[in-house]
């Protein structure tokens, strides 16, 4: 199948969800698939099979139609940076123009797509063939709407994310200048006011350490990030090459995110720091609950901002007994697993538009 990737921005530095995402969906459908992967913004090295187009214009692109049109794919994929909004559907019906003889789908990593009774009926108008979502509850709503939809779960490299021997988190935390005896709770991502992460500042006590391993994708709210250091969190503001390493210094991994904006509808961070085997507290974000219906085995849902607090300090004070099984919760979810459905259902699409000989 040959299978052509669109996506608006690619980087070498995958600290940031949705181009983790294309990048581990284009190696992956590459090794069974014939891909080409085109994207409009980043600053990865262009090859025969990855292509940057310089234009990011919504409307006619003719550099890009000739791209797809000399590939001649037999399914387009879009991979939109952030939910399917009627400006996204819009697009998809344009790059499926370039090449009509392509089934086109959408892959959504941000939920809540439909918010008003005008979206719906613009995807109802506008229904690009498939869109595959990051929650059931997206997929219910585009179905209802007459929009085929799937639900995909997405993945962790479990052969990455590894947990740690004590000697290694004691040497990871003198590597980065923690102290060894503190509690270290852990958030990694954007220093954002969407992603809550202002909850973490009451996590700070004289035997806590919150640390903050930052993403450089986007710039951080400065005066966020004052406030926190003021009440004693530590941002590590760095791009990590191993950021497992992060996970496995710490002794809870904390996710207080609330906005559906802030994130894709299932944190990468969550995943990883659960094939790391630690706690984790996290409110029902996006598609989690998806993933995992309940808490238990050291997951942990949080309702507010007090019981995020709480439940953080039932792990550290339950921590020598605490036997957390996060890690067999999350190792289904590989990216092979993800490619693999995602393979299946394009293969469906293109079916459905040959005709039958």
């Excluded at 697009?91 to 959504?108: D, H, R, T």
Aim: hydrophobic share 40%; proline share 5%.
């Amino acid at each position: 199948m040959r299978i052509c990737i669109y996506t608006k921005r690619l980087t070498q530095r995958l600290d940031e969800g949705i181009a983790r995402v294309a990048h581990e969906l284009a190696s992956g459908l590459a090794k069974h698939h014939e891909v080409l992967t085109l994207f409009s913004l980043g600053d990865v090295v262009e090859t025969e099979n990855l292509v940057r187009i310089t234009s990011n214009r919504i409307g006619l692109d003719l550099r890009l139609r000739a791209r797809i049109r000399s590939f001649r794919p037999d399914v387009i994929l879009y991979i939109v940076r952030g939910p399917a909004t009627p400006a996204a559907l819009l697009f998809g019906k344009i790059l499926g123009s370039y090449w009509q003889a392509a089934a086109v789908a959408i892959l959504a990593p941000q939920t809540r797509s439909l918010r008003s009774g005008w979206a719906r009926k613009c995807a109802a108008f506008l229904n690009p063939g498939l869109i595959l979502t990051t929650s059931t509850t997206d997929r219910t709503e585009f179905s209802r709407v007459g929009c085929p939809a799937e639900f995909v779960p997405l993945g962790v490299n479990v052969d990455a994310f590894t947990p740690a021997t004590q000697d290694v988190k004691r040497a990871l935390r003198h590597k980065y200048g923690l102290p060894e005896g503190q509690f270290v709770v852990l958030h990694v991502g954007h220093i954002q006011q969407g992603r809550n992460i202002g909850a973490l500042g009451c996590l700070q006590k004289s035997d806590t350490q919150v640390l903050v391993a930052a993403s450089t994708f986007s710039q951080a709210n400065a005066s966020l990030a004052r406030q926190l250091q003021a009440q004693g969190v530590r941002f590590l503001n760095q791009y990590f090459d191993r950021v497992q390493e992060m996970y496995q210094l710490a002794d809870v991994y904390v996710f207080p995110t609330v906005s559906e904006e802030a994130c894709i509808g299932q944190p990468l961070s969550v995943l990883e720091a659960m094939a790391c085997n630690l706690p984790v507290v996290s409110t029902k974000f996006g598609g989690l609950p998806d993933l995992f219906p309940v808490d238990g085995d050291g997951l942990y849902y949080a309702d507010s901002p007090s019981d995020i607090a709480a439940k953080t300090v039932y792990v550290r004070e339950h921590l020598s007994s605490i036997q957390p099984r996060t890690r067999e919760l999350v190792k289904p979810y590989s990216w092979e697993r993800t490619c693999r459905e995602v393979s299946r259902l394009l293969s469906n699409q293109v079916a459905r538009r040959t005709p039958a000989a």
